[in-house]
């Protein structure tokens, strides 16, 4: 599976390696192209998951705030809901980012 931005990957993974829940696929972190998520300041916790980190995607010129997410330390009962703990992992807002197969 491909995340781009435009004609530009930004993420690329086999199926068996994305964390899908809740509508979004979950990336491993060394999938992802090195340099294009800058941290950004939005907060979030979700109440199962922990306190995630949003991005901004940077693509060259362009950059899609809060394009991306992920939560660097998820809690035990996520870990153990989902069967594996994907602490790190990112996932793209479908809005900014296009997928392939």
Known sequence: ???????TVVAEAALGDIVAMEGN???????VV????RNSPTPYTCPWKGVAQYHDL???ETVLKDGAWSYPHVTQFAAERVGRDFSGYVAFDSRQVRFEE
């Open 1 to 7: 599976m491909k995340a781009l931005v435009g004609e």
């Open 25 to 31: 696929g979950y990336f491993p972190p060394d999938s």
């Open 34 to 37: 090195e340099g294009v998520l």
């Open 58 to 60: 940077v693509v060259g």
